[in-house]
Structures are given as C-alpha cells and as structure tokens.
C-alpha cells in the first residue's frame, strides 16, 4: 500500500466511478482499476461495491477511506514542513480551471513562473465552473481558476483580471440597432491592455426600440453548456435587459468548447456570446465582428479560488503570490 495507491482509492471512492476519477487524475481507467485491486488484495477484502450502478464503498472500504484521508493530510504537512524548511520551489502543480482563464490567461502565468522556476511543471484540468469548484472543495486541487465568484462562507477567492463578455458574429453581418465601432473610454478594454491583452474596438449594438429587441431574439446562437460562468453570465444579463425570469433565445447548436463555437461563428451557423480575452485575435484581424451591447452589462473577474485555512506547499504559495503580484485587479 502506498500514498499513490490511497490518493487513486480516494478519488474513486469521491467520483463513484473508475472513469471519472481516472479523468480527473490523469490516469488510464484501467491502471485506476489496477491499483484498486492491488490494494483490495492487499487488505484482503473488498473495498468498492460493483452491483450498483454507482462505486459504493464497502465496510472495509469506509474504513480505508476514513484513514486513507489522514494519511494524505499527514504526508501532505510532512512535505510542506519539508520544503518549508529548504524552501524548495519545484515539483508537479495541478491547477483546475474553467475554459477561458485556462485558454487565455494561464498560458502566459504559466510561462512566466517556469522561467522564474525552470524545476517546475504543470498539470490543467479544464472544466466548467461548477465542476472547478468542486474539485477544489473534495481538495483533488489546491488552486482553481474561474470566471463566476464563489459562494460567500465556502471557498477563499481572490479577484485577478476583469473581463467583458462581448456578442461576436461572422464577418458582414449586420444585426438590428448597429451603430459604428467606438474607441474604448476607461473601460475593461483599457484594463486588458494593462495586463497586457491585445484589444480591439467593437461595434455597438444599441437596441434602443421594442422591435429592435424582439428581433435580438430571432438571431440564430450558438450557446456554450449549463455550468459555464461565461452563459450565467449572459443569462442574468438578459433578464436584467427584458425584464423576466426567462428570455427565450433562437439558440441553433450547443457547443463545449470555445475554439469550436468560433469557428461556428466563422461560418455564419450563428452568433454568441464570448469572452473579449477569447475573441481579441479573431477581432483584431477581422475573422470575427464584435458587438458590445451598452444595455447589458456583462462584464465580470476572473478569480483564483482555493479552501479556507488550506496549507499550502510552497510551490502552490509561490504560483498564488505570482498570480496575485501579476495579474491583481486593484
């Protein structure tokens, strides 16, 4: 039995399932399988329920994972005590994120602290909001980054760049209320230049008039999934607009990733709503036309979150300091 062994158990034993935990630990399904059945030998009994449709724990395998718990924590403390001590900054940083900031903004965080701390190398898990959040909350990660702000009283959050959700159409398309493009004035586009971002001016979609927000909603979209920050977002936004709990958009296609759903822009299937650090190359050379509309308000943060009272090793610290001194939103 080893740490390795009890990290794969306790993270079946969370998913209820041998693929989903393989997923999130970057393992095949059956080297997670293996494992399991090497520490079940070696316990001499069965750990996980199989009959069901979902893993359940067997009482062995309670037993096992109420300990296993321990044992991690303990080794964890061990190590930080360790590096603490040698203040070593090096090793494997396992971050979950959801698309955009994993996309756009973490590549360049990334790059900048390997360089700083060339012994390190990182693991990304990308998922929607949701699933971020509970990842680190089960503690499967230390450090996770959003673009929705957690729940007051469940995890810590730290506030890093602000963003704007921008309406991106294929090129030639005029749309209902179009105005011509308008320089940005103290807006998030400034704030993106800051940081770094390339910009670009965006036309204005005014939808001053009833009929020109009814035919708003005749326009075909793509749309992202259910647990994405970037579709709550513009979700909220449009009942604030019309004024109802529900605003029924012509949505023609459901799409998970963003690379896929601007290239279904490209071609005309549709309009979405995007993030601005996700479309800024399409906008600046012209491959995608982007619209702000004043009447929403869809701007947002990006949020580095993790556990409260969390230890951290000193390399997670170390990425958390480097994250906040480059990127924190004042």
Do not use: W
């Amino acid at each position: 039995m080893d740490f390795h062994q009890l990290r794969i158990f306790i993270e079946v034993a969370r998913q209820k399932s041998f693929s989903r935990a393989a997923e999130n630990i970057f393992l095949t399904q059956p080297t997670v399988s293996a494992h399991i059945k090497a520490l079940e030998e070696e316990v001499g009994a069965p750990l996980l329920d199989r009959s069901q449709r979902e893993l359940r724990l067997t009482g062995a395998g309670k037993v096992l994972f109420r300990y296993a718990r321990q044992l991690l924590g303990i080794k964890e403390k061990a190590l930080s005590a360790i590096e603490q001590e040698y203040r070593m900054i090096k090793g494997r940083l396992e971050i979950a994120s959801s698309s955009v900031p994993g996309a756009y903004i973490l590549p360049g965080l990334m790059k900048g602290f390997v360089e700083k701390y060339p012994g390190v190398t990182f693991a990304v898990m990308l998922r929607d909001t949701r699933q971020v959040y509970e990842s680190i909350r089960e503690y499967t990660y230390d450090l996770g980054f959003v673009g929705e702000p957690v729940q007051p009283n469940t995890l810590e959050q730290i506030s890093l760049l602000k963003d704007e959700l921008v309406l991106a159409a294929a090129p030639g398309t005029v749309l209902p209320g179009e105005e011509p493009p308008q320089e940005d004035e103290g807006g998030t586009g400034d704030d993106l230049a800051e940081a770094g971002m390339p910009v670009s001016s965006l036309y204005t979609l005014a939808l001053k008039t009833g009929t020109d927000r009814e035919k708003f909603l005749e326009i075909p979209f793509v749309m992202r999934e259910p647990g994405s920050a970037t579709r709550l977002v513009f979700e909220n936004a449009l009942q604030n607009f019309y004024g109802r709990k529900k605003v029924a958009l012509n949505v023609v296609a459901y799409l998970e990733s963003q690379e896929a759903i601007k290239e279904a822009v490209k071609t005309g299937l549709g309009v979405t709503v995007i993030s601005r650090l996700a479309v800024n190359k399409e906008l600046m050379f012209g491959s995608i036309k982007g619209y702000r509309l004043p009447g929403l308000r869809m701007e947002r943060n990006f949020y580095l979150i993790y556990r409260k009272n969390r230890i951290f090793s000193p390399l997670s610290q170390a990425f958390l300091n480097y994250c906040v001194n480059n990127l924190k939103l004042l």
